[in-house]
């Protein structure tokens, strides 16, 4: 569903607000409590014992999302690196953009089970439109690491995020996927700088950074060691 320590400023973007990338940096280490919609969806939905839960993905999921200067998203990118899960392994590329989400990856099946089931239910895409997928059989090459940040590339597409200004952990046992509650817990690195590019061309838009010095945020960043369990 992980980054040289520099100062950072809360940023005055609003579509820095609730999303993921500000959950993520919101605690490092024990559960954290969901604000906002999906908070009330997670409270309402039969919660099971999460001392009970079992593994159903094995792996990382850095990612980065882009505003323009009002705020609207305009690109949204969720990087999977599957390691273990009851649908294989392999890697996959979920790219959101306002006309439509294209998904790349050698592992169809396991490319359709993290899109809907995982990124499709994703903070960072509440309240926007959601299309039915284009799926690319195109491989997934991709470096990802907390000392350097992420680099991903599949087909035409090529996503980055560097600059990694913290490491720390964050676990939840309330994050609600559909309807769904599931325990998570990761490694996370928020980054300085993210890019996509798409056939050559920087999509528009910037990722936002926001929190302290000492706990920085970005709507850009890495993960390691991630696990959800249901």
Known sequence: ?????????????????????????????????????RAALAAESPASDPATRK????????????????????????????DWSPHGT????????????????SRRELARWVTEDFTRHFPELDGLPWHDPVYR???????????DGLVARAGTIEVRASGVLDV???????????????????????CAEGSVRV??????GQITRGGTPERPSSSAFVTEAEVWRV
């Open 55 to 82: 593994p159903v993905l094995v792996g990382a999921n850095p990612g980065l999302q882009l505003f323009d200067e009002d705020g609207a998203c305009t690109a949204y990118a969720s990087v999977w690196r599957v």
């Open 90 to 105: 392999g890697d996959a590329l979920v790219l959101w953009q306002p006309d439509g989400v294209t998904v790349c990856s």
């Open 168 to 190: 720390r952990s964050f676990t939840t046992d309330t994050f609600d996927l559909g309807g769904s509650e599931h325990s998570l817990h990761l490694v996370l690195g928020p």
């Open 199 to 204: 056939g050559g061309r920087r999509l528009p």
């Open 1 to 37: 569903m992980t980054r040289s320590r520099i100062a950072t400023q809360p940023s005055s973007r609003p579509g820095a607000v609730g999303r993921r990338s500000v959950l993520l940096g919101a605690a490092a280490t024990g559960a954290v409590t969901l604000a906002g919609p």
């Open 137 to 147: 059989p195109w491989p997934v090459l991709l470096h990802l690491g907390l000392a």
